[in-house]
């Protein structure tokens, strides 16, 4: 028969299976699993070589925490508290895409450390730290205005209304209200959303590295308490990290 004319071809199971044949075939399925254990071996080194690198970043990262080091010290930062109440307290409303990061400056004397959850009520968080910070100056400037203009008006140099006045009242409530509105305190505070920065990934790094040594640094700290605040672990872990001298607000 002529196998080159067309039409005509013979099955290859058909033809004879030679000794040499039939060894290469088994050669060739032990190279292939040969190479597949090499390869799951090279896949479990790896995913070993993984963890031993991420275990060892956490110790590091857990050791430096310990030892209440900075970074570096123009990592710790502090601003004042007009910044922070500026805008109706802006950093504290606004998302976080926004960076605060240039109104805050390095600081190597105390200032108070802000504690708070960003899932409390922020008009609440808002409220407590106006008249915490504003509500005593106020209330002396406007007491002060409202005695001084009784002393006017008993010294006769102010005009009365058949026998009334009213200047003590207005007089003291608009002092009042214009100190809560203009008055600028100067105390230094560490806000998280104004010291650290929300948009460079390296200076975010740095400051939760340094947490540690913020909290060593600060003088007190103000706990801006809500329903959530005791489930943040993180809020919690550095409450426990303040220094038994510090005050605690």
């Known amino acids: 028969m002529d196998l080159t004319q067309p039409g005509i071809c013979p099955e290859t199971s058909d033809l004879p299976r030679t000794p040499r044949a039939e060894h290469c075939e088994v050669e060739g399925q032990g190279r292939s699993e040969d190479s597949d254990e090499l390869a799951e071996e090279g896949q479990e080194r790896g995913e070993e070589d993984a963890n031993l690198d991420a275990w060892l970043r956490a110790q590091y990262a857990s050791d430096f925490l310990a030892s209440m080091e900075a970074t570096r010290p123009d990592i710790i930062r502090a ?82 209304d058949a026998g009334q006045s009213w200047w003590c009242l207005t007089t003291g409530c608009l002092s009042y209200m214009f100190a809560m509105l203009f008055w600028r305190p100067q105390q230094p505070v560490f806000l998280d959303r104004v010291c650290i920065s929300q948009t460079k990934q390296d200076l975010q790094v740095e400051a ?20 959530s605040w005791a489930h943040r672990l993180f809020v919690c872990l550095r409450t426990g990290r303040l220094h038994p001298q510090q005050a605690l607000r």
Do not use: E
């Open 79 to 160: 601003a004042p508290v007009q910044h922070v109440l500026r805008g109706l307290a802006r950093p504290l409303r606004a998302d976080g895409d926004y960076d605060f990061y240039h109104l805050s400056h390095t600081t190597t004397r105390g200032y108070t450390f802000w504690s708070h959850s960003w899932h409390g009520s922020v008009r609440r968080k808002i409220a407590t730290v106006f008249f915490l910070h504003l509500a005593t100056p106020a209330t002396i400037i406007g007491t002060a205005a409202a005695v001084s203009v009784c002393i006017l008006f008993g010294l006769g140099l102010l005009p009365d």
């Open 208 to 227: 939760l590295l340094s947490l540690r040594a913020i909290l060593q640094n600060a003088d007190s700290m103000l706990v801006l308490w809500d329903s």
